[in-house]
Nanobody, 114 residues
Framework: QVQLVESGGGLVQAGGSLRLSCAVS????????MGWYRQAPGKQRELVAQ???????NYADSVKGRFTISRDNAKNTVSLQMNSLKPEDTAVYYC????????WGQGTQVTVSS
């Protein structure tokens, strides 16, 4: 059993910052990829950022230069620092990790007001 608990969502004005965190617990052998996805109302879930076990990263074009993903392997956590937030960043953000299979968090709401 693997559990993912996300935190850090909320309401922020455009131009502001938020930091999302995801803590992974349970039957963990080795976490490979860790990432954040988001889903806005009426849209498909999309990749925001991903980080490998070797700490290589990739970002959606829409967040490059504004968001930074990081991971702490000792604590089994992955974080997403979001700066210069825009109203179009409003969505439910989901943590995803791969441990042989993919596991998802429950999602955390991020709302950016104009």
């Amino acid at each position: 059993q693997v559990q993912l608990v996300e935190s850090g969502g909320g309401l922020v004005q455009a131009g502001g910052s938020l930091r999302l965190s995801c803590a992974v617990s349970g039957n963990i052998f080795s976490i490979s990829a860790m990432g954040w996805y988001r889903q806005a109302p009426g849209k498909q879930r999309e990749l925001v950022a991903q980080i490998s076990s070797a700490r290589s990263t990739n970002y959606a074009d829409s967040v490059k230069g504004r968001f930074t993903i990081s991971r702490d392997n000792a604590k089994n956590t992955v974080s997403l620092q979001m700066n210069s937030l825009k109203p179009e960043d409003t969505a439910v953000y989901y943590c995803r990790v791969v441990i042989r299979s993919a596991y998802w968090g429950q999602g955390t709401q991020v709302t950016v007001s104009s």
